[in-house]
């Protein structure tokens, strides 16, 4: 069993619909992360928690919303997204929020129809 | 300019090939290292950390990082079918101001692999 698991796997979406993506850590790390993955882009940092704390918010749209209840949850939600929004979404994390290595999951594949 | 440059391939080699994988990044400030592979469908997984200049190897794996040219590489030796996959350099360090940054790594694009029986 990963570290790191996400679900759902795969969400196909409409515009006008809200649902939320969920990450869970077994690792007992303190810090969790958002990244996304767009074909031929390198990966981008959304959000960042630390002790449940959000300590990075990348320039994200309000569309995206994240939260994390405990050390060991992560969610997204989402609202009202486009089809530019369609991406692999990577669920990440690490022992501490400084230069720690990350610890992927394996992703939620992303639609908006 | 791009903070990591990674060239994106794809690089196709045989079996048994030692494949050589680089990146080179403009940010003096970046000390810490890494290489993960992507498989299709899959998340990017650790391969390996580094700290600072020097090498590291691990198996048939070796990082470099050259920090004076600003130039890390990934070596595998002895190229398998199995290590078919998307190889992404990641960096990090202190920010610009001086201060601790938040775990912020810059991916390179990543580097498509094909290794053929």
């Known amino acids: 069993e990963t570290g790191v698991t996400q679900t759902p796997r795969h969400l196909v979406m409409g515009m006008t619909n809200k649902k939320s993506l969920k990450c869970e850590q077994h690792?007992?790390?303190?810090?969790m992360y958002w990244y996304k993955q767009s074909a031929k882009k390198p990966l981008e940092l959304m959000f960042v928690?630390?002790?449940?704390?959000?300590?990075e918010n990348n320039s994200v749209p309000s569309r995206f919303s994240p939260e994390c209840p405990n050390s060991s949850h992560l969610f997204l939600h989402l609202h009202t997204l486009q089809p530019e929004d369609s991406a692999l979404y990577l669920c990440?994390?690490?022992?501490?929020?400084?230069?720690?290595?990350?610890?992927f999951g394996n992703g939620t594949r992303l639609t908006v129809t | 300019q791009k903070e990591v440059e990674q060239d994106p391939g794809p690089l196709s080699v045989p079996e048994g090939a030692i494949v050589s994988l680089n990146c080179t990044y403009s940010?003096?400030?970046?000390?810490?290292f890494m290489w993960y592979r992507q498989y299709s469908r899959k998340g990017p997984e650790l391969l390996m950390y580094?700290?600072?200049?020097g090498n590291k190897e691990d198996g048939r794996f070796t990082a470099q990082v050259d920090k004076s040219s600003k130039y890390i590489s990934l070596f595998i030796r002895d190229s398998q079918p199995s290590d078919s996959a998307t190889y992404l350099c990641?960096?990090?360090?202190?920010?610009?101001?001086?201060?601790?940054?938040?775990?912020?790594?810059?991916f390179g694009q990543g580097t498509i692999l094909t290794v053929h029986p």
């Open positions: 990440a994390s690490s022992q501490d929020h400084r230069n720690s290595p990350l610890h």
């Open positions: 690792l007992g790390h303190n810090a």
């Open positions: 928690y630390s002790l449940e704390e959000r300590v």
């Open positions: 940010n003096s400030a970046f000390q810490y």
């Open positions: 580094t700290y600072s200049s």
């Open positions: 990641a960096m990090s360090g202190t920010s610009r101001d001086g201060g601790t940054s938040y775990g912020k790594l810059t």
